[in-house]
């Protein structure tokens, strides 16, 4: 069973970064998985920000966090990573980390997602 625990979310001021982390367990090195990051604010939809696929490490990124957010993993401490530069106050959210059983990476539906954390706060004030 995949279990997947988030941590380094806070509150930080317009133009700072943050670096959030996705522990992982349960994954098999044998399979292939994409991973995802999620943000979902208050009264909106959740929208996967970036996404990279175990097998090539290749990745994916929504268009608004384009050049300031780095998605990547390491391989030996199995964790997940988004490192997020520039912040607005529209990227106030809560970020989740989430995995799938795939080929490819290009899936943003949240639906398709079988495995996800518990979530971690990201506050980003003006």
């Known amino acids: 069973q995949v279990q997947l625990v988030e941590s380094g979310g806070g509150a930080v001021q317009a133009g700072e970064s943050l670096t959030l982390s996705c522990a992982a367990s349960g994954t098999s090195v044998y399979n292939r998985y994409c991973m995802g990051w999620f943000r979902q604010a208050p009264g909106k939809e959740r929208e996967r920000v970036a996404g990279?696929?175990?097998?090539?490490?290749?990745?994916f990124y929504r268009d608004s966090v384009k050049g300031r957010f780095t998605i990547s993993r390491d391989k030996n401490k199995n964790t997940l990573y988004l490192q997020m530069s520039n912040l607005k106050p529209e990227d106030t959210a809560m970020y989740y980390c989430?995995?799938?059983?795939?080929?490819?990476?290009?899936?943003?539906?949240?639906?398709?997602?079988?495995?996800w954390g518990q979530g971690t706060q990201v506050t980003v004030s003006s």
């Open positions: 989430a995995s799938r059983l795939a080929y490819g990476c290009r899936e943003v539906d949240p639906v398709m997602y079988t495995h």
């Open positions: 990279i696929y175990t097998a090539d490490s290749s990745t």
